[in-house]
């Protein structure tokens, strides 16, 4: 049996599915907050809020990293961009994680152990 046949795949991935799914998901939710804070929308109108407050939680430990840089009613959110960056990292190392359980021949483990010894 080669590795692509083992039980073990298709779970495997299915989970890399599911990270990717609900990271593009995060992803557009604060993409739409940076546009619509760029844009200068307005704070009270039902779809501001409803982003706003989706993606609160997201960019709550990003808020003090940098100053915010605004013109009149335009907002450009360093904050945003860098929750984006690091969800965008945590989302590959969890891919990374789920992957270690992929079941690998002997031939397979020793040829890569031998190419990161060459490293």
Not at 8 to 36: C, D, H, N
Not at 69 to 92: C, D, K, Q
């Amino acid at each position: 049996m080669n590795s692509a046949d083992s039980p073990s795949t298709k779970p495997l991935y299915r989970g890399t599915q599911i990270v990717w799914y609900l990271l593009g998901a995060m992803e557009v939710l604060l993409a739409f907050r940076f546009v619509l804070k760029l844009m200068g929308a307005n704070p009270s109108a039902g779809f501001s809020v409803f982003i706003y407050g989706v993606t609160y939680i997201f960019t709550a430990p990003f808020l003090a990293v940098f100053r915010i840089s605004s013109v009149a009613s335009n907002i450009f959110e360093w904050t945003t961009l860098l929750a984006m960056v690091v969800y965008w990292i945590v989302a590959v190392g969890i891919i990374k994680l789920i992957l270690i359980g992929k079941t690998v021949s002997t031939p397979e483990a020793a040829a890569k152990l031998n190419a990161q010894i060459k490293k």
